[in-house]
């Protein structure tokens, strides 16, 4: 019966994610972009409503017994600034308890996202890289931001950690934070169950 519970609530739980993002994008992200002209504050705006609603979403997905979520260690991160977050790619919620979690980070999110007309406003908005972009136009990017005082969440596999298999990273992330000088905070995520 809780295995039950869980398939139903990650179902469940998925699609609350996907609508609420939507209804962010048609009617919070749009107010905060005509309230704030300046392209940085918008940016740290709308981030301010991602990390506030996804500590929401990541609170009621432990309430409803969906998943327990432990995190160790990362008060450590509340203040860094500049820092790339460099984690394993266990599960599709890895991104949102990182964002919940941490303030003021960017991520690489696929490009695909860009021609979604309700995400779009929401990756746009909040200054994330596209993956799709040049290599070096992607690393430029990743450094500048880091420059620029953000964290950035990387996943050096770059797709998704397979279970019982060494991981095989990629050599970019490292690149990039010798390039930008970035001090480097290693996240492990495990998925039991």
């Not at 991104?95 to 406003?121: D, S, Y």
Request: net charge positive.
């Amino acid at each position: 019966l809780d295995r039950l519970w869980r398939a139903f609530g990650a179902g469940l739980f998925l699609a609350v994610i996907g609508l609420g993002g939507s209804v962010l994008a048609l009617t919070v992200f749009p107010a905060v972009a005509l309230a704030t002209r300046d392209g940085e504050r918008r940016r740290r705006r709308i981030q301010r409503v991602l990390h506030a609603s996804l500590k929401v979403y990541c609170r009621a997905i432990h309430r409803f017994g969906m998943a327990d979520v432990e995190m160790t260690g990362i008060e450590r991160l509340r203040g860094v600034t500049g820092t790339m977050i460099v984690a394993n790619h266990p599960s599709l919620l890895d991104v949102v308890m990182i964002m919940a979690a941490i303030p003021n980070v960017q991520c690489v999110v696929k490009g695909g996202l860009w021609r979604n007309p309700f995400l779009r406003l929401t990756v746009e908005g909040a200054g994330y890289i596209r993956n799709d972009l040049e290599p070096e136009a992607l690393m430029a990017a990743c450094v500048a931001t880091l420059k620029a005082g953000n964290n950035l969440i990387v996943f050096p596999e770059g797709t998704r950690t397979v279970p019982g298999r060494p991981p095989r990273f990629h050599r970019g992330f490292a690149t990039i934070a010798l390039e930008a000088e970035a001090d480097i905070f290693v996240l492990i995520i495990s998925v039991v169950g």
